[in-house]
Every structure is written in C-alpha cells, then in structure tokens.
C-alpha cells in the first residue's frame, strides 16, 4: 500500500512546482524574461570563441589615414588575429567576414599616449588604492608586488582614453598624477618671477639660494607601456621599462653628474666583465658573474632604450643633448619649450622631442630676452626633421575641476594645437601614432595601419584633427573596445547636416 | 582543531538530544499555523494559504491540506505570510588583530572626488579562525534578529576560516553550528593578496601529493581566553575584554599552520567551497585565471557594489557562484543603474544576498528590511529567486541545505511571520522562530 502511494505523491510535487512556477510568474512583469533556476552552462560561448580564432573583420567604405602612405579614399582594412591583413582601394570582403560599414568616416591608427597615470592598473578609477591630497591617485603595483597582478582590465579610465582615441599608453607607475614633469599648482606660483611682499606690496626679486642644494638622488621613474583592451587582460601588458626616465632634477649639479657618469661607467664595466665572464665560462675556467647593476641602465647604455628626461630652457635642452653625445645614449626630451631655438641642434642629437603645444614658459627678464614657449615650436622642430610625439599637459583622465581639457582627454586637440603652430596635419597625426610608437620601441607592432601590424583603429566621425571630431568606435587587437553610443561616456548627438 | 571540532560536535549532539527530548526548549506538543501564506523558498514555492505543523524545532509537516495533528496547538494567522529564516553567507565581524581598518578618508567631503572611496588596502591579515574568537555575548547578535538573520556564516574582512552560528543569543551555548566553515579571503588585482591564494593551494595541493609542506606552529591565539567578536557597531572595538591581537603570521598571510592547510585542502579538493571577497571586477579575472589548473576548487565571490556586471560574460560559462548585496546601484563613472542580481539571474549564474553589511552600518541596514530586494523584485529579478537568494541558495553556499533554508517537512524550524507579503514594505516582521522557538516578536 505504501508504495503505491508514491506516484500520487509525485503527482502532487510536480503539481505543487507548476503552481509555484506559475505564482511566480505572476509577481514579474509580463515582459520579463523567465528564471532560470540551475545555472546552465552557457552554450554560445565557446563554439563562438574558437570561430572567432579564424573570422574576418572588414572596415569598408571610410578614409583610411594610414600614417606611413596616403590617406585612401573609401578604402577597406581587414583584420583577422588581431592584425591587419589587407588595406587598400581594391580589397575584396571575403565571404563571412564582420563587415563594420565606415562610409563617410575616418580610419586612424589608434593613438599612442606616452604620459600617462592612473590607468589600467591598481589606483585607477576602480581599483582603489590611496588618495593624495593633492587630487591625483597612485597608480602601479603596491611596494614588492608585480604589475601582471595589478593590472586592472576594467579601469573606467580606459574607456576614457578609448573615447579619445588612446589605444596604447606608456603609463607611469608608483606615481601620482600630476601635471607633467612633476609640475603643480604650487610650483606655478613659484615660476612667476615677479612676486610681491605681503607687507609693503614692492616686487621681491629672485635670489640665488646661499647654501648649495642638496643632490637628489636620481631614481628613475617607472613605466610601463599598456594598451587599452577593455576587459582583456591577456592582452593588456606589451612591454615594461621603455624608457630610463630621470626627472630633470636628477641630472642637476655637480654631484648629480658625477652620480650619473659613474652609473653609466660602470654599466658599461658590468656589460664587458660579463663577456669576458661568457667567454671564461666557455672556454672551461672558473669565474664569477659581475654583479649586475639596473638592468634599465645596461639596457641605456646598450641603446636599447632612450633616456627621457625634462629640459625646459634652450640651456638645459642643450646641456642634455651634450651629455647625451659625450655619454652615449639615445634621448627623449619632454618640457622643451624652447626646442624651438635650437631645433637643429636637436636634429643633429637625434633627440626626440614629447610636445606640449600649450603648455608655457615665461623667458626670466633681465637673464633671457627673446626665449620662452613658443606655439611655433612645432613647425621649427618639423622643419629641422625633429621626431616629437604629443603630450597632454596632465598625465591622467580628469573630468572636473581647471585640470579638465587639459588632461588625456584632450589629446588630439593638443595636436591640433601643434597644427596651428604651423606643422602639417600629417605630421601631427604621426605625432600622435607611429612617432610615439617609435620612441617606444614598438613601431614594428602599432603606430600606423599597415598589413601585419596589430589591429588598433579608430573609427571617428570626421577628420581626425578636428576639434568636433568624436571617436565612434576604437579597436584594440581586432576588438571592438568602446562603441560612442554603447558606452555613452562623451556626447552621443548626431550632428545635422555637414 | 580536531580535539576541539569533537567536543563542540559532541555539545552540540547532546543539545539536539535535550531539544528533542523537550526538556530544555522547543515544544514536544505540536504548533501548527493554520491559514497562513507560506512561501516555502523550496521546489513547493508560494502556497498561498496552507498549514504548517511544527515539533520539536523541526517542521513536521507543511502543505495546503495538512491534516492537523490531534494534540497540535493550533494558531490561526490568516492574512499573515511565512517564509524560511535569513542565512546570511558573509557576515563581517571584527577581530582585533585581524581585521582590515579602513583607511583615514582623505578626499574633500562634499568635492566629486570624493566617489574615489578609499577602500581598504587589501592586505591580508594572518589566517584567523573565526570560531577560536566567537564572541557570543555580543549585544549586536540580538539586534539581527529585528531583520530577519537566523543563520549567518561569520568572516571577517581579512583571511581565514569562518563559522557558521544560529542567532541565538538568549542561548550562547547553542549558537555555534559549524566552527570549520568556509575559508575567505580578500582578493583584488595585488600581488600581495593574489599570492595568498597562490601559495595556499600551493602548499595544499603539494600536500596532497605526500610532499612536505613547512607549516608554522600557531602560537596560542590571544581569542582563545579572550573571545572578542564584537558584530555590533562599535568601530575598532573588542577591546574591552583585554584581548590582544590573535596571534599568527606575518602580515600576507603566506604561513601556513595547520588548521589552515586543512582548510585549503577542503577547498582543494571542493569539499568546502572558497569564498573570495573581490575588492573589483578586475580582481575576479586575475582569480579566474589562477584558478584555472585547480579544477575542484568551488569559487564564491563576495562582491560589493556594481562593478561585477562588467564580468558576467566571464562568471557565465563557469560554475561561479556570488554573494552579492541586493542594492540597485549606479556604475562607477556613469549614470547607469545596475540590477546586479537580475543580470546574474538572466545569464543563469547562482547567487544569494547578504547584506554585507560593515559593523559599522548594521543599523542603516536593519531600518530597511528586505526593500532593496523589493526593488531588485520590482526591477525583473524573478521573486522565487529572490527569496530564494536570500534563503536557501545561501544556505546551499555554507553547507547547511540539509536542514536550513527552505520550509520542507524534516527541516530545521528557523522561519519568519510577516504580517504580510514579505517584500511589501509595509509589512511587519512579526516573529522570528529559531528552532521553533519564538526569539523575537514585533
């Protein structure tokens, strides 16, 4: 009798579990999709992961700014495996292919930013991490920890760069955000030569400090260079410690100098005592590895990397340059704003300038007459075949507060400003793509849309230095990582008539 | 550990047998609540008007026609609604010594800026067993039962082992259920906090195959003669008893002592689950990706805030499971609001509410009641999963589906009477039952 009773009671579960289904259903609205109660795996995921291993992706029908050759006319890029693979007037759409139609748009390369902070990584607008007073955040691996661990795929702050065209960025790390060059506000006050005293209200005029100042000890700064795969780690670290980056500071005065020959001295003891080393150990003797000093300082002296430093005046500019003939390394200027006065001396250095088209320096009365900031500067430096890259006066995103149009975001206005100084639309657009992918040792992978480089494209809506331009999808190795109107984080309006 | 888990199982046994028996609480006579809503979070769902017989803390039986037993006292609440106790899967208390401080807000009140909320560093504190510093006496204990809470799985905002307790606090003795809970850990995209979790399943995983494993020996911990659990809203408190820091390692929590090795073998093997308290939705695709050779490994992720939609993609294909706050929340940087629970819903992911609630914020979190999980209701998440969520997907999380969170004959009698719809703000909490006994009244 007992089991008998089971089939009824079945009955009365199965009964009792679509009454419940159904009163469910009667306290979600109508529109609502239905629960699921088990989470079910999901089906689409994978076979989608592994046909996308081989799919085509084809941007037809916009002006293709190639960077390297001539713009072309209603041309077609195609990507597969986060390359591109053809670009050209007569590329055939293979059959299949995602077709993203960029007719009466612009193709770029995706921008490469050399100054950055605070984005991608542990400190961004997500990740946490201390606040300065000062408004900046720290950004970087926390004191022994590793960058692979901190990097943080979905950094809002990379959506804010994506949104302005910025696909890679050489971020700087452990550093707050500031303006570039270690500048603040205060400093600013601090630059005009003309204060006053509180008291009497007459001009305080500048002094030289009566003790000498204390040497600072040069450490360099440290980078490392990340592109803005919108929740994609994998893809996100391309290379760490692109530059050896001493603040100005840390090549000042007499002591400083000694320092920074004697570290270079013995760099370059270190790379001969280790062939000699290798050679004794081949030959079978016994011997002793040199002790290695930074491996950023043999990789300087190597040249496998530049030296970027700050020189703001025609002096400092060409002590830099001179020190860097007399010791042998590549640099990278930044805060030049008087590359313009001696330009060919640049040249001559090969030196690379990072530019700031609006950013100021006053020529000090009485000790520098017609020097100072010039908007020209990039025309001269274009004219002597300087390479500069653009920079934005602040290293991080910012969206409030005097900081706003003059941090990240507004990245290609500043090139724009390079523009009205008097250099051509091509060279500024070079500076923000393939010059800065240079300097950064990366030309062979991004900087300008050529067959086999990674696929890192701008889509805009007009041309790419026009200040009304927006960017209307921006691609990192073949993935669409923002969308204007998907991620409506800048103005979505569609703009009426030409 | 071992000796120690026996004689609390051993205590415990001999209480259920007290239980049973009738002589120290409970009821040897039957209850039975007769015309009465019960929502049963269980496969039976809503029964709209049913009976529901209780004895001996355990429920007898429940269903819309019930035969009343004859010596049942029989209470008719009509118009009222009953649903299973709260589990609460990650409940946070303070344990001096182990327990991260937030850091001294920095940015300007008032100044945009100051949506950077500082968070705590996190930097794991050394592995902590809560149930070596379970401080029952704890006035907050009693102040949860006025939201609901029966069940709550204690952690603390650092690392180590949590313990499961029922909100008894009139019967400190009985509370502890489970003193080897669920390992718990904060993770965010740091070394510092990855490598806890690396070099643990490390150690156990090395264990496992007969190789050595270096454990420290645990100095005595200064919570075992001085419990110091304060779950109430004193900040940094726990002091007052004169207890010191638990003793322990250095801070990172990289030692390995025996009791932790045990319990990152249990996650190892997925025995227990492992409950990571992800600070971003960054830290959770380092987790994934270093939980990928461990197999076994069951990962919960206790998340605050709305920054987990960015990885539901991800969580979809896995057998991810979260514990997540029922609030409707804005998307840092934008104006979008995120119906957090309703997505992991749509994309079929497991999921249970707790009110991760800090100490600090349990009496903003109490004047609420269940109205963010109202709203989510009202905003698409199915209401079966809600309810579910808040009962007996939690109480699958901690290990305690086979007695808790449903309303199911044989099943523990830990219930809540509203005196209407549960997730209608307007109703009451009109009793809380633990073990069938009324521990609260409204």
Not at chain 1, 305 to 322: E, H, N, P
Not at chain 2, 191 to 207: K, M, P, Q, T
Request: charged share 20%; aromatic share 6%; glycine share 12%.
């Amino acid at each position: 009798m007992k089991t008998n009773r089971w089939p009824t009671r079945l009955f009365l579960v199965l009964v009792a579990a679509a009454v419940a289904q159904a009163s469910s259903l009667c306290y979600t609205r109508a529109d609502e999709p239905t629960q699921s109660k088990s989470p079910s795996l999901d089906k689409k995921a994978e076979p989608a992961k592994k046909s996308d291993k081989n799919k085509v992706t084809a941007i037809v029908g916009g002006d293709v700014y190639t960077v390297t050759h001539e713009v072309i006319r209603g041309g077609t890029v195609l990507i597969k495996d986060g390359k591109i693979i053809r670009v050209g007037q007569d590329v055939a759409v293979p059959e299949g292919a995602t077709v993203i139609d960029a007719k009466g748009k612009y193709v770029t390369p995706g921008y490469v930013a050399l100054s950055m902070s605070g984005v991608g990584v542990r400190g961004g607008a997500t990740g946490g991490g201390g606040r300065r007073p000062g408004g900046g955040q720290r950004g970087g691996p926390a004191a022994g920890g590793k960058l692979v661990d901190s990097l943080d795929p979905f950094d809002r702050n990379m959506k804010f760069s994506l949104g302005v065209g910025i696909t890679t960025g050489c971020i700087e790390l452990g550093g707050g955000a500031q303006g570039r060059f270690g500048r603040n506000e205060d400093e600013d006050d601090a630059d005009d030569p003309l204060q006053t005293c509180p008291c009497c209200g007459l001009a305080i005029l500048p002094t030289e400090p009566i003790t000498p100042q204390a040497p600072t000890t040069p450490t360099p700064r440290q980078h490392a260079v990340l592109k803005m795969s919108y929740g994609h780690l994998d893809s996100m670290l391309v290379k760490e410690s692109p530059f050896y980056h001493l603040p100005g500071t840390g090549l000042a005065g007499a002591l400083n100098r000694f320092t920074w020959r004697d570290n270079l001295r013995q760099a370059r003891k270190y790379i001969d005592d280790l062939a000699d080393y290798e050679l004794a150990i081949k030959a079978g003797e016994q011997a002793f590895p040199p002790r290695a000093p930074s491996e950023e300082l043999v990789r300087l002296v190597k040249k496998e990397i530049a030296l970027r430093t700050d020189a703001s005046s025609v002096t400092q500019i060409r002590d830099m340059i001179k020190l860097a003939k007399e010791l042998g390394y590549k640099l990278v200027l930044e805060n030049a704003h008087e590359a313009w006065m001696c330009a060919d001396e640049l040249a001559e250095g090969r030196a690379a300038v990072v530019l700031t088209p609006r950013s100021r320096r006053r020529a000090t009365p009485g000790h520098e007459d017609d020097s100072g900031s010039s908007i020209e500067t990039s025309a001269y430096l274009e004219k002597a075949g300087v390479p500069f890259a653009i920079a934005t006066q602040m290293n991080s995103v910012s969206m409030d507060g005097v900081n706003g149009g003059r941090d990240l975001t507004g990245i290609a206005l500043e090139a724009a400003f390079a523009v009205r100084g008097g250099c051509s639309e091509k060279t500024a657009l070079a500076a923000l793509t393939l010059v800065p992918a240079r300097i950064l040792g990366l030309e062979e992978r991004i900087g300008s849309i050529d067959e086999g480089k990674d696929a890192d494209l701008l889509i805009l809506n007009g041309p790419p230095l026009d200040y009304r331009t927006y960017v209307q999808t921006a691609i990192v190795g073949g993935k669409v990582c923002y969308e204007r109107n998907q991620d409506r984080i800048y103005p979505t309006f569609e703009r009426a008539g030409p | 550990m071992k000796p120690r888990s026996i004689v609390a199982q051993a205590a415990s046994l001999c209480y259920t047998l007290l239980l049973v028996a009738g002589t120290a609480y409970g009821q040897d006579r039957a209850v039975a609540y007769t015309h009465i809503a019960i929502e049963t979070a269980g496969k039976a769902g809503r029964i709209e008007i049913g009976t529901l017989v209780l004895r001996g803390g355990k429920i007898e039986a429940v269903g819309a026609n019930v035969k009343l037993p004859d010596d049942a006292l029989v209470i008719d609440a009509r118009g009222k609604t009953i649903m299973p106790g709260i589990v609460d899967p990650f409940h946070e208390v303070r344990i001096t010594g182990s327990t991260i401080e937030p850091p001294a807000q920095t940015g300007v009140p008032g100044r945009r800026g100051g949506a950077f909320q500082a968070r705590p560093n996190f930097v794991a504190g050394p592995f902590t067993r809560v149930a070596d510093n379970f401080y029952p006496y704890d006035p907050g204990y009693r102040a949860l039962l006025r939201s609901g809470l029966t069940s709550l799985n204690l952690v603390t905002n650092s690392y180590g082992q949590s313990a499961v307790v029922r909100d008894t606090p009139d019967v400190p003795d009985r509370m502890m259920i489970n003193p080897d809970g669920i390992v718990f850990t904060p993770v965010t995209n740091d070394s510092a906090s990855l490598d806890v979790v690396r070099s643990a399943l490390d150690a156990a995983d090395r264990a496992r195959k007969g190789q050595a494993v270096a454990l420290q020996t645990t100095p005595p911990t200064a919570g075992d003669a001085t419990p110091n659990i304060p779950p109430g809203g004193r900040r940094g408190g726990g002091n007052r008893f004169g207890g010191g820091r638990p003793g322990g390692f250095a801070p990172g929590g990289g030692g390995m002592n025996a009791a932790s090795l045990k319990a990152w073998q249990a996650v190892l093997e997925g025995k227990t689950p492992l409950f990571a308290n992800v600070a971003n939705a960054a830290a959770v695709v380092h987790l994934l990706k270093l939980l990928e050779p461990y197999k076994d490994v069951k990962l919960v992720l206790a998340f605050n805030g709305p920054g987990l939609y960015e990885t539901i993609d991800l969580l979809a294909g896995r057998r991810v499971r979260v514990v997540l706050h029922p609030d409707v929340s804005t998307a840092s940087n934008t104006r979008d609001r995120v119906v957090l629970a309703r997505l992991l819903s749509d994309a079929g992911i497991d999921f249970a509410f707790s009110r991760r609630a800090t100490p600090g914020d349990q009496p903003t979190a109490q004047e609420f009641g269940l109205f963010a999980v109202a709203y989510a209701v009202h905003c698409g998440l199915p209401r079966q999963t809600a309810l579910e969520a808040l009962t007996a997907r939690p109480a699958a999380f901690v290990g305690l589906d086979k007695t808790h969170g449903t309303i199911e004959a044989g099943k523990t009698a830990d219930l809540l009477i509203f005196s209407g719809d549960p997730l209608d703000s307007t109703s009451l909490l009109s009793q809380v039952l633990i073990e069938g006994r009324k521990v609260y009244e409204n």
